[in-house]
């Protein structure tokens, strides 16, 4: 609220100082009239800048007794490092930590982490890499996220590099096309040149899976 003070009862600058007034006009030469200053709300607290693909990934994380929410939050950020998009988390419905190592189960203790309909799994030893594979499985193994002519010409890139015994960014992606696919894709998002040298078609066929997931997720 701003008081104006009637005109008998104004002086000049000197007298409206010292009462802690200002110049109506913002001239202290030519007040026109001498007003209390007004009391302005103070501006809000900066909020905290959006990170959808963060606060996403967060909410699909869960953990058994005895892993640490630090872990959960080295892989926060070495996923934020790593840009990854937001559209790329569509085929993931839940990441479930685990304390102990894969032993016992299929595979035995070298497995690292799974992708089963929907869920990754991911034991002690596993780190951003092996999320980024699995989330691989996930873009490349979800119903209807991926065009049809885009998993065909995964089909092909992986049995022109079967066939010509080239372009494997691993000796793990050779063992089947759903490992060399999630191992293109892990690599692509870390390493885009090197896997653009090592395997050219699988470069321009993982750009063209990026522009599908923006344009499914804009749908």
Not at 70 to 97: C, F
Not at 163 to 168: L, Q, T
Not at 181 to 192: K, N
Request: hydrophobic fraction near 35%; charged fraction near 25%; include cysteine.
């Amino acid at each position: 609220m701003r008081i104006i003070f009637p005109l008998d009862k104004q002086g000049g600058a000197a007298w409206a100082q010292s009462r802690g007034l200002i110049p109506q006009s913002g001239d202290w030469d030519h007040p026109a009239r001498w007003v209390t200053r007004e009391k302005l709300p103070k501006p809000p607290l900066p909020s905290a800048p959006s990170r959808p693909m963060r606060d996403r990934l967060a909410s699909l994380i869960s953990f058994e007794a005895g892993v640490s929410e630090a872990r959960k939050e080295k892989l926060l950020q070495w996923m934020e490092e790593k840009n990854l998009p937001l559209s790329h988390l569509s085929g993931v419905d839940r990441i479930r930590l685990y304390e102990g190592s894969h032993e016992g189960r299929p595979g035995g203790a070298h497995v690292v982490g799974t992708y089963i309909h929907g869920n990754i799994h991911l034991w002690q030893e596993a780190g951003g890499p092996d999320l980024m594979h699995e989330i691989g499985h996930s873009i490349h193994l979800t119903k209807g996220l991926l065009p049809t002519s885009t998993l065909e010409r995964l089909t092909k890139a992986y049995e022109n590099a079967t066939k010509n015994d080239e372009g494997f960014p691993s000796q793990y992606a050779k063992k089947n096309e759903k490992e060399f696919v999630a191992e293109c894709y892990a690599v692509y998002m870390q390493f885009r040149d090197n896997l653009e040298r090592r395997n050219p078609e699988m470069g321009a066929i993982l750009a063209t899976v990026m522009e599908d997931l923006d344009r499914a997720s804009a749908t």
